[in-house]
C-alpha cells in the first residue's frame, strides 16, 4: 500500500520562501507520476506541479511558473516542493500525489494515492 506523508507547511510572509516534502513508501515507483495539488476554501483541487519519477521530467500550472520547483530523491524516496516568490493566493492545503503511470495528468481524479495535506499560508 501507498502512503504518502508531507511535511514543511507553515507561515510566511509574501515574497518569502517555503520548501514541501513528501516521503513516499510502499511501493517501487519507477512507473509512476508524482504531483502536488492545492485546495483553497471553497474551491476544487487544483494542479501544482507534477513530475515523473523516473526520468524526472517536470510540468507547472501557469501560476507557479519561474516560482515553484518540483524535485525528487530517488535514494531517499522523497518529493519535493520548493516555492519561491510566494503570494497570498498561494495560500492553500498543499497535496502530494502518486499515479501509477508515467505520463503526467493534470486532474485530482487521475492520481491513486494521497498524502493528508499540508497548510501554506501566505500574509500580505
Known amino acids: 500500500q501507498v502512503q504518502l506523508v508531507e511535511s514543511g507547511g507553515g507561515l510566511v510572509q509574501a515574497g518569502g520562501s517555503l520548501r514541501l516534502s513528501c516521503a513516499a513508501s510502499?511501493?517501487?515507483?519507477?512507473?509512476?507520476?508524482m504531483g502536488w495539488f492545492r485546495q483553497a476554501p471553497g474551491k476544487e483541487r487544483d494542479f501544482v506541479a507534477g513530475i515523473t519519477w523516473s526520468r524526472g521530467s517536470t510540468y507547472y500550472a501557469d501560476s507557479v511558473k519561474g516560482r515553484f520547483t518540483i524535485s525528487r530523491d530517488k535514494d531517499k524516496n522523497t518529493l519535493y516542493l520548493q516555492m519561491n516568490s510566494l503570494k497570498p493566493e498561494d495560500t492553500a492545503v498543499y497535496y502530494c500525489a502518486a499515479r501509477g503511470s508515467v505520463y503526467i495528468r493534470f486532474r485530482a481524479d487521475d492520481y491513486d494515492y494521497w498524502g493528508q495535506g499540508t497548510q501554506v499560508t501566505v500574509s500580505s
Open positions: 510502499g511501493r517501487t515507483f519507477s512507473s509512476y507520476t
